[in-house]
């Protein structure tokens, strides 16, 4: 059964209905609208929406693109040289430590913005523990711990290619300081 919507009145008459599951209670000082109110609400919605498709959709994304490829029976492989794969493991988790590590970093609770790096390597790791179990029930696909370790040199890498990247941007952008000193 779907709960009864809130109703806000404002000082002016205007009345505004808002969604159940936003169970707040304010009083609106009398020059601001219902139409007002309604808009802040929306920004609020479209700042998270735009947080989740900025920082967790790429992640998301590219965490269902690896077991989409580790679903694969006998993936075809063509070695150009010695233990490709373990460089193809060291490029695929390292996006996806770079990925993590960003919206970590940008777009998480208070908690997870301070210790975004340890988590990051935690959350990398156990998509790598999980896609190498995962590869276990697919034919043709094997479990291997170097196939691990090489996720996770290669997630590390990826968090330290953005924390020296973002030194990098700050250090090119920096504007040179007021009066020209050489």
């Known amino acids: 059964m779907k709960s009864p919507a809130i109703l806000l009145e404002?000082?002016?008459?205007?009345?505004?209905?808002?969604?159940?599951?936003?169970?707040?209670?304010?009083?609106?000082?009398?020059?601001?609208?219902?139409?007002?109110?309604?808009?802040?609400?929306?920004?609020?919605?479209?700042?998270?929406?735009?947080?989740?498709?900025?920082?967790?959709?790429?992640?998301?994304?590219?965490?269902?693109?690896?077991?989409?490829?580790?679903?694969v029976s006998n993936l075809p492989t063509e070695n150009l040289f010695p233990h490709m794969d373990k460089a193809a493991h060291l490029a695929e988790y390292g996006l996806l430590?770079?990925?993590?590590?960003?919206?970590?970093?940008?777009?998480?609770?208070?908690?997870?913005?301070?210790?975004?790096?340890?988590?990051?390597?935690?959350?990398?790791?156990?998509?790598?523990?999980?896609?190498?179990?995962?590869q276990t029930t697919v034919p043709g696909r094997f479990c291997s711990r170097w196939d691990f370790t090489a996720d996770m040199i290669g997630a590390v890498s990826g968090l330290i290619v953005l924390v020296q990247g973002g030194k990098l941007w700050n250090w090119i952008t920096r504007r040179p300081a007021a009066g020209g000193g050489s």
């Open 10 to 71: 404002c000082g002016s008459g205007a009345r505004l209905e808002a969604p159940p599951d936003r169970t707040c209670a304010f009083i609106l000082p009398s020059s601001l609208s219902g139409e007002t109110v309604l808009r802040e609400l929306q920004k609020g919605d479209l700042k998270y929406l735009s947080l989740f498709l900025k920082f967790w959709f790429p992640v998301l994304a590219y965490i269902t693109l690896i077991f989409a490829v580790s679903s």
């Open 97 to 134: 430590g770079l990925l993590v590590g960003r919206m970590f970093r940008n777009a998480g609770p208070p908690f997870v913005t301070k210790f975004w790096f340890g988590l990051a390597i935690i959350a990398t790791m156990a998509v790598g523990m999980l896609d190498e179990a995962y």
